[in-house]
C-alpha cells in the first residue's frame, strides 16, 4: 500500500503557457501532500505544503502565484505553473502523508517539465 | 536551514563490499531523519528512518546510525550491489515544523561490478 502517482510523468510547454501537474495517493487518504522541486544534480528542495481544504503554505521564496496549489480532495493535489518560463523547467515530486500519520512521507514519480 | 548542492559527491566500492554514506544536518530541534535512495528519473525511495530516542537501527542490510553530539548522521549498506547504484539523500525533520522534510545534498554511490 501506499502508493502515489504523478500526471503527467513528462509535459513540454511554450514559455507563458500554464502547466497543471496532478499528484494523487491511490490507496490511502492524504490530509497532507507536500511539492518539490528538484533541479539536476542537486537535492530535493520543498516548495510548499498542501493541506486538505485549506490554503497551501509555501516556502520563503517561492511565490505562491507563480505555483497555485489546490488540494481539493483527501486523495488529490494539483501545482499549476504560471506563465512558465524556461527557468522553471525541472522536475517536480510530490508527497503524501497518511491521514492520522505523523512523519512518514510516501513520494510519487515525478513529472519532469521543460518550458522551451 | 535547506541544503542546495551545486554538485553531488560521489562514492565508488567494489561491488560485495560495504558502504558508508554521512550525511551531516543542521536543526538540532530534529528528531526524525530519513535515507531515501533516488535512481535517475524517479522519486526517492525510502530506506530506513530513525527517531533522535535512538542512536542506531538496523534494516534488511542497512543500518543507520545516529550522533545527536555531532548533527551526524550515517547509512551503511552491506554487501554492496550493482543495484544499490543511485544518489542517497538524508532528510531531517522535527515536530514544531509538523514534519516536513529539509533534505540533504545528497551523494551518489556507484558499485564497480
Known amino acids: 500500500g501506499a502508493v502515489v502517482s504523478q500526471h503527467p510523468s513528462w509535459v513540454i510547454c511554450k514559455s507563458g503557457t500554464s502547466v497543471k501537474i496532478e499528484c494523487r495517493s491511490l490507496d490511502f487518504q492524504a490530509t497532507t501532500m507536500f511539492w518539490y522541486r528538484q533541479f539536476p544534480k542537486q537535492s530535493l528542495m520543498l516548495m510548499a505544503t498542501?493541506?486538505?481544504?485549506?490554503?497551501?503554505?509555501?516556502e520563503q521564496g517561492v511565490e505562491k502565484d507563480k505555483f497555485l496549489i489546490n488540494h481539493a480532495s483527501l486523495t488529490l493535489s494539483t501545482l499549476t505553473v504560471t506563465s512558465a518560463h524556461p527557468e522553471d523547467s525541472s522536475f517536480y515530486i510530490c508527497s503524501a502523508r497518511r491521514t492520522g500519520g505523523l512523519e512518514t512521507q510516501y513520494f510519487g514519480p515525478g513529472t519532469r517539465l521543460l518550458v522551451l | 536551514g535547506e541544503s542546495v548542492g551545486l554538485h553531488l559527491p560521489t562514492l565508488s566500492v567494489q561491488e560485495g563490499d560495504n558502504s558508508i554514506i554521512n550525511c551531516a544536518y543542521s536543526?538540532?530541534?530534529?528528531?526524525?531523519f530519513i535515507w531515501y535512495k533516488q535512481e535517475s528519473g524517479k522519486g526517492p525511495q525510502f530506506i530506513i528512518d530513525i527517531r533522535s530516542n535512538m542512536d542506531k537501527r538496523q534494516g534488511q542490510r542497512v543500518t543507520v546510525l545516529l550522533n545527536k553530539t555531532v548533527k551526524h548522521l550515517s547509512l551503511q549498506i552491506a554487501a554492496t550491489q550493482p543495484g544499490d547504484s543511485a544518489v542517497y539523500f538524508c532528510?531531517?525533520?522535527?515536530?514544531?515544523?509538523?514534519?516536513?522534510?529539509?533534505f540533504g545534498s545528497g551523494t551518489r554511490l556507484l558499485v564497480r561490478p
Open positions: 532528510a531531517e525533520s522535527w515536530m514544531d515544523s509538523s514534519y516536513k522534510l529539509i
Open positions: 536543526n538540532s530541534a530534529s528528531d526524525y
Open positions: 498542501s493541506n486538505e481544504g485549506s490554503k497551501a503554505t509555501y
